[in-house]
């Protein structure tokens, strides 16, 4: 396949290629001319699911939650509860998908007329998921049932430890699984090794799963005749969280997934969750959410809690009744989000100086005492962002235990990887899933478990770096970055992982002004042949390439720009810019 407009190299050292196949090349006489129609084709859409596609419900990709094994147990152990007014436990992970997946259970217990505890292990304390010593005493508090979410596939010692305390546990997690199950009353997970026609759910955040859940709770409470005298819940109305928690979790944004984020950006702008209106309004957002603002406005100040600040402060900030309270802890959240970026910031320097001495080897594997294990994941995902490698950033305690969290590439399952290494002998613990994973680990097997990482996936990373190009959807002259361009694109979405934002090459263009501004970010003014001048931006590009070849580019020699239209509503009239992924000389 010939590269787009000729690039075969550009400044980042990418060929630019088009998304997908051409239409007709797929289905011969069907070549529609309407940009959404194609942004849908290259995204994987058939001509018959074209329609499902542009406006995705739940009602077109919602699977019968009883295909999923375990499923009817745990509704029907949940539905005991409910009827006999049992106290039961939400056992949560401490990130997004865990805090949205614990509200989601709480609330829908709570319309049940069942008040749930919720329990959020602290990240440091107690670290990644159900602790045996959290599970008895839940138990031994009066919890005779205790619900995990976005955790508990790998907790075999906890689980056990419940079961022996005489705890029903229900596991409602999507992390990988061993081909051994945990002792628990009933385990929901698509990822199960012996998962059948559920399986093809796998790329669902645990949020969805526990929707999913909820949906059987619910019919197997209206086959019981519960709701004969008593309202029965508006389970779609808790579509937002589910929205939150399957972007802040990159869950692939295909099939169920696209539904639940597309309907739950509907629910969210009605702003009927106090406590998600008070995230709102703290991230100074002044119109209804997009997919981008949960990722990069709303999730990362729930994350902020659990990495830096209170576990808990999601779970409560969701779940609460009070408007006060919820204003408090989004203010708190807010000041602890800017906590976490500067604590950040110190960890990435130093990471990043140490990449630069590992040399060619495939994997990126960082560790240093003192790190704050709160902000390595965000670390981890920077440095595969910059290297275009899977990284791994562990933070070293001062016993020597390490705890690490990773981010890998498209092709290269990283959480496989930690699990076989686990296996080996390497970790304490471990798990995740193909793109992120988590371990714990000495840091005297920290060279073993490098090498063992080197020799199981160097192949499949040169494979995946081999195949690198820059996708591209479109190609427009300067003046026709417009905002009817980004809305019309608009149509083909939520975009995100698994479903990308449609990207653009503009071009070709002088330089007409350049500088860097906020934190390393490139900014710039440009202006084509057809005497039209628009702003891009460069984010954290300033010591890139890329961003010293912006910098430094004079005005006779001209440029396309590849990257992602967005709107720029901050003026008095809203304005269209790009946002630059690369840039090639237009020679």
Known sequence: MSPVLNIHRSILGQPWRWRGLAADARDPGFAPDDLVTQLLLTRGCTRETLEDHRSPSIRAFMPDPSIFRDMDKAAERIADAVEAREQVAIFGDYDVDGATSAALMILLLRDLG???RPYIPDRLMEGYGPSGAALVRLKNEGASLIVTVDCGAQAFEALQMAHDAGADVIVCDHHKCAAELPVAYAVVNPNRLDEQE????GHLAAVGVAFLLGAALIRTLRARGWFATRPEPRLLGLLDLVALG???DVASLKGLNRAFVAQGLKVMAQRRNIGMNALIEASRLTRAPTCTDLGFALGPRINAGGRVGRSDLGVRLLTTRDPQEARAIAEELNLLNDDRRAIEGDVQLTAEAMCQAQGNRAITIVAERGWHAGVIGIV?????????????VIAIDEHGIG????RSIPGVDLGAAIL??????????????????????????????ADFLEDRLAERVTAAMGERALLLDAVVAPGGVVPTLVTAMEAGGPYGMGWPGPRIAAGPVSVIKCDVVGNGHVRAIVAGDDGRSIKAMAFRQAESELGAALLSAPRHRKLWLAGRAKIDDWGARPAAELHIDDAAWAE
């Open 198 to 201: 559920g399986a093809a759910h």
């Open 114 to 116: 069942l008040e749930a």
């Open 403 to 406: 705890k690490g969290s990773g």
């Open 246 to 248: 399957t972007v802040a």
């Open 380 to 392: 981890a995902g920077r440095l595969k962002e910059k290297t275009g490698r899977p990284s791994i």
């Open 420 to 449: 076989a290494a686990k296996d080996a002998g390497l970790l304490h613990a471990g798990g995740g899933h193909a793109m992120a994973a988590g371990l714990t680990i000495a840091e005297d097997r920290l060279d073993a478990f």
